[in-house]
């Protein structure tokens, strides 16, 4: 017997109307690349992605081919989201922190034809455009009094080719599992691989992120997203926000201290989210200006651990309620957060922030297990590490063009690549990459957690843990370290910090101090290049 229920296809375009019809008036509000903070509504937005896919269909473009954006989080960047996929087309997020070539070759494997660019992006785009075959026009973000010099064939100004539209155009009626958007994983190990949300996952993920326990969002809050949305889709944001109808504040270009403290004041931002160095530079500005954080009330932190330090001194100093999260672009991205069950609720002080600082449990929608080496399911014992696998409506199914097949099995798990444990209660903590992780005489020392020790000694800017050749137990941890500026630490005094507070044999073989320490595109740690760095290196105790 089949349901009597209406099918209603799960599409984006349905939130950008909801928001429209129930939000119309409530704000975005957006620090442009022209400089100026600029104001637009729900119902302007919505108006003008209409008239992006009017012309993007005008222009001969079509239902699931890929429209490339590399911009900053702006409501033009929303518009054009919206309209790529309300006329059937595929939004492809492009990270401009890559190098030209990396994004060239991305942009060659998805086969973007058209691409909507941040003005300062152009300089960039003209060395990527003419080596992507399959790109035929490129959309400034902007006005034609801001128009830059452009010896590239088929360039226009967003504002002007939307003005050619009058937005009477209907929003294609798709199945909900057709392709909406695209993002390339950062590729830390070979190519990158091409992860395709449908329009299904997309509102699904966007659901599950505004849930209570979850990102816990509603329309009386002001969002202000600086993880950007080429970075693994601002973590649904651009969803969940106008799902729910709440106001928000995009920052574009500018995420240092001082110009997000200035959003957060002057837009009475609540929620926000972002990966733990943009919070360093916050709380740093913070610090050496007397400030305080009045109306924010929740930040979400992730993309890489979040030092404990962060979440004390939001929580401590200016009442900010921290949700850690971990995820991953081919998870949409959210998979787990941080935030406290009833069986949690009593705690106080040191035993909630060791709470706080597990990566947390997932939500409904999202199922994972740890397992070893041979698929076998390990305990949920808070101690017990294993390879972290995922399933759900909103984890990618296979690579584009079915890369990294090896990652999926029979059974629809995923795996992350991420060592983690499980708590009884649920709760996940990342212990490590699983390319990362050191194994010491056959047993798995964490580099992540020698790290987060390392960086609460007072003296210690960053810290990077990485397995070293050892003659007798393979692998032994080396600590890296950069110090504060005008701090001097030894490596005993910071050798004497870590003991006693890990397992002896995961101390740290040697310390090494450096000027800089090497990162992606994404802000994650380069362990290979920092492997490679130090490969050779002898060890006090080899
Ligand atoms: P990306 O797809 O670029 O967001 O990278 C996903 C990876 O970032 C995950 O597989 C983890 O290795 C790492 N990651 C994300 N969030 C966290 C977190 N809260 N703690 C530790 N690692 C994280």
Request: charged share 20%; glycine share 10%; with cysteine.
């Amino acid at each position: 017997m089949l349901g009597l229920m209406q099918q209603w296809p799960l599409l984006n375009h349905k939130i950008i109307d909801s928001a429209a019809r129930q939000h119309g008036a409530r704000e975005i509000v957006s620090r442009s690349v022209e400089g100026p903070i600029v104001r637009t509504t729900y119902g302007e937005a919505r108006t003008r992605a209409l008239k992006v896919a009017q012309r993007l269909a005008r222009d001969g473009f079509k239902r699931g081919e890929r429209i490339g954006t590399l911009a900053w989080n702006s409501a033009r960047h929303l518009e054009a989201w919206y309209g790529i996929m309300g006329m059937g087309g595929v939004y492809h997020t492009l990270n401009p922190r890559l190098f030209p070539e990396q994004i060239a070759w991305i942009m060659n494997h998805a086969e973007d034809r058209a691409l909507f660019v941040d003005l300062t992006f152009m300089p960039l785009v003209e060395k990527i455009a003419p080596l992507v075959k399959s790109l035929e026009k490129v959309i400034v973000l902007t006005d034609a009094a801001h128009m830059p010099e452009s010896k590239l064939p088929n360039v226009v100004a967003y504002e002007d080719w939307i003005a050619e539209a009058d937005g009477d155009f209907a929003w294609l009626a798709m199945d909900e599992n057709e392709a909406c958007g695209m993002c390339y994983t950062s590729g830390t190990t070979g190519d990158p691989k091409g992860v395709v949300y449908s329009h299904r996952s997309n509102v699904l993920h966007a659901m599950i992120a505004c849930m209570p326990d979850a990102m816990g969002i509603s329309s009386r809050d002001v969002i202000l997203p600086v993880v950007p949305m080429f970075h693994a889709n601002a973590w649904g944001l651009a969803q969940s926000a106008p799902m729910i109808g709440a106001k928000l504040v995009m920052p574009g270009g500018k995420m240092d201290g001082a110009s997000i403290y200035e959003l957060l004041d002057t837009e009475k931002v609540t929620f926000s989210a972002a990966v733990p160095t943009v919070w360093l530079m916050l709380l740093q500005h913070l610090e050496q200006n007397g400030l305080s954080l009045p109306h924010l009330n929740k930040v979400v932190i992730g993309g890489s651990a979040c030092p404990r330090a962060i979440t004390e001194k939001f929580e401590k100093n200016y009442g900010v309620q921290v949700i850690h999260a971990w995820g991953m672009t081919e998870m949409s991205p959210l998979g787990t957060l941080a935030t406290i069950k009833p069986e949690y609720a009593d705690l106080e002080g040191d035993a909630l922030f060791d709470i706080k600082q597990t990566q947390g449990y997932a939500p409904f929608g999202v199922e994972m297990k740890v397992t070893d080496d041979e698929n076998n399911e390990r305990p949920w014992d808070g101690k017990t590490f294993g390879r972290l696998k995922v399933r759900g409506p909103a984890v990618a199914s296979s690579y584009y063009g079915g890369a990294g097949a090896e990652q999926f099995d029979a059974e629809g798990w995923f795996d992350t690549g991420d060592v983690a444990h499980i708590n009884p209660n649920g709760y996940m903590q990342i212990t490590d990459r699983a390319k990362d992780v050191i194994k010491s005489g056959g047993e798995w020392i964490s580099t992540i957690d020698l790290e987060n020790l390392a960086v609460g000694h007072p003296d210690v800017a960053e810290a990077a843990v990485i397995g070293v050749a050892h003659p007798k137990w393979d692998e032994r941890p080396l600590l890296v370290i950069v110090r504060k500026p005008g701090k001097e630490p030894t490596r005993e005094a910071i050798l004497g910090f870590m003991e006693g507070k890990i397992a002896k044999w995961w101390m740290p073989d040697d310390v090494v101090f450096v000027a800089e320490i090497p990162h992606t595109a994404t802000g994650k740690i380069q362990k290979t290049t920092l492997r490679d760095q130090f490969r050779g290196y002898r060890l006090p105790t080899a």
